[in-house]
């Protein structure tokens, strides 16, 4: 058994509202001085990031992972992760044929640039990316497994966006393995308020929006499994699932 340091909630410079220092090299460079083992991409409602933080994590030792931050139809933030790339690449697309367009008004949200590995700008969304799909909370968790991922809700401590704020619980169905907290102190609140949590793993991720933002040496998960990264993300999505 060994801990490893992770952080699975961060935007990159794709996400409106990340900042433009947000490039896949300095997520990989702040993973390194923060000590971090595994980190995960996950972008409002896309992964296009990921391919390139792949490679610029893998170059820095670090363990990547492919995700998304889903906005839901109510408006409910859910962490989408994947063992796979690919994976993760093929719900991307299928996303995208579920959101909304609306054009970005990059004066009011942000810049969403596409980057390579060398940090160069190979596109932009031109659609604004943060705004709800029609993917509702009931259908998500389906339809990121049939992608072979797992999806949990996310920050369910905050007001903004999260399940327990939105729907008033923390609901049995549809089926969440887990659940992520902002801050870990509110757990032994939101355990009182809802049994549910009490028998389920749970997450403690930063949802960095810019280099500081990202965790340092603060949450793990102690795993079994060799030092080759895909036996890494497995063992860790074997602990997500609980099982």
Known sequence: ?????????????LS???????TPNNIAGMGVVAKLD???????NTCRNCPAFFKTAEANGIVPVAGMELTTAEDIHLVCLFEKLEDAMQFDLTVSERRIPF???VDIFGEQMIMNENDEVIGVEENLLSN?????????????????????PAHIDREANGIVATLGVFPEFPFFPCAEYH????????EAKFELLKSKPFVVSSDAHYLWDI????????????ENHEDIRKALFERLKGL
């Open 1 to 13: 058994m060994k801990d490893y340091y992770y952080d699975l909630h961060i935007h990159s410079c």
């Open 16 to 22: 409106p509202c990340g900042d433009d220092d947000m």
């Open 38 to 44: 595994i980190m995960a991409l996950t972008d409002h």
């Open 103 to 105: 054009k970005n008004r």
């Open 132 to 152: 709800a799909t029609m993917i509702t909370v009931d259908e998500a968790p389906s339809l990121v497994e049939q992608h072979g991922g797992i999806c949990y």
């Open 183 to 190: 801050d870990s102190d509110k757990r032994p609140e939101y």
């Open 215 to 226: 965790s340092g040496r603060l949450n793990k998960f102690e795993l079994e499994c060799s």
